[in-house]
């Protein structure tokens, strides 16, 4: 099959085995514009994998995809067979690259990509089941100037993934930064310099662990359009709530399109304001808790 006939992959259900052994030119994807792997497991052999990245180190370019419109890979696991990371070591140590030239060289190589079409990247229910592979989302580097939706909910994350800190910079356009349903307790971002987008912000961190939001990151925010859902988060209301307060009433002011996103944020903690609407407490009120 010549796969650059192929303009849609809608793959589920499936058994894939990394074969870096095997390549097979005909199967370019360079006309494929969405992809979709769903309820699938991806199998790689560890040393095989390192062995072709070493050997493919100075040769390395972008992924032949670059018509892509869509990719989503939505409750996929990943399992890396063979792994030992003493190993491994040896396996770079073998071929005269350290550990850190290795992985420097892969990320400056991701970097130089640019999915120009690309408009929406879902990685959802994402299970890497392996040390080598722990935090997938912070694999994925290239440029998407024109993507309009990131979704990377429903992961486990404990953090916000290294490459949405940086999210104006790989992804000027990007609308919608879908992390919710995860278990993030603080929130960290940079370069959220509204002059890279024309449109504002919207981050979904809902039904996540977080109680607080710093006053600069909320001003942060305030100077660049970003409209921050947190609804369903264990939020501590006290005098250091009042920022993220005042926040939320800008929100409902400024975007009335994102007004039920503000008001819907309530208090878990103390126990006093539990299930309160933070936006409706005075100034007084909250200073008032003692912490």
């Keep these: 099959m010549a796969g650059s006939y192929v303009a849609k992959f809608n793959i589920r259900g499936c058994l894939l085995v990394e074969d870096y052994k095997f390549h097979d030119s005909g199967l370019s994807v360079e006309l494929t514009t969405d992809v979709t792997l769903e309820d699938c497991v991806i199998k790689i052999n560890s040393y095989e994998y390192v062995k072709n990245q070493i050997e493919n180190l100075s040769a390395r370019n972008c992924d032949e995809q670059l018509s892509l419109k869509s990719e989503i890979m939505r409750n996929v696991s990943f399992v890396f067979s063979e792994y030992n990371k003493t190993l491994l070591s040896e396996v770079l140590q073998d071929a005269g690259v350290s550990g850190e030239t290795f992985a420097q060289s892969l990320l400056k190589a991701e970097e130089n990509c640019i999915y120009e079409n690309m408009t929406y990247y879902e990685r959802s229910f994402i299970n890497p089941n392996s040390g080598m592979h722990n935090d997938p989302h912070s694999q994925t580097l290239y440029k998407m100037p024109n993507l309009r939706v990131y979704n990377f909910s429903s992961n486990s994350l404990l953090e916000v993934p290294s490459t949405s800190k940086t999210i104006r910079y790989y992804y000027p356009s990007l609308e919608i930064l879908d992390l919710s349903n995860n278990n993030v307790e603080e929130i960290s971002f940079s370069a959220l310099n509204s002059s890279l987008s024309t449109t504002p912000l919207y981050i979904d961190l809902r039904n996540n662990n977080i109680s607080s939001v710093s006053e600069n990151l909320v001003q942060e ?21 009042v920022s993220l307060k005042k926040y939320l009433v800008w929100i409902s002011t400024t975007w009335p399109k ?12 103390p126990s006093e304001l539990a299930d309160k609407l933070l936006s409706g407490l005075d100034d007084q009120i909250l200073c008032s808790i003692q912490t």
């Design 221 to 241: 925010f305030l100077e660049n359009d970003v409209i921050v859902d947190l609804r369903n988060n264990p939020i501590m209301c006290d005098c250091s709530s």
């Design 258 to 269: 994102w007004t039920k996103t503000a008001k819907d944020v309530t208090c878990s903690q």
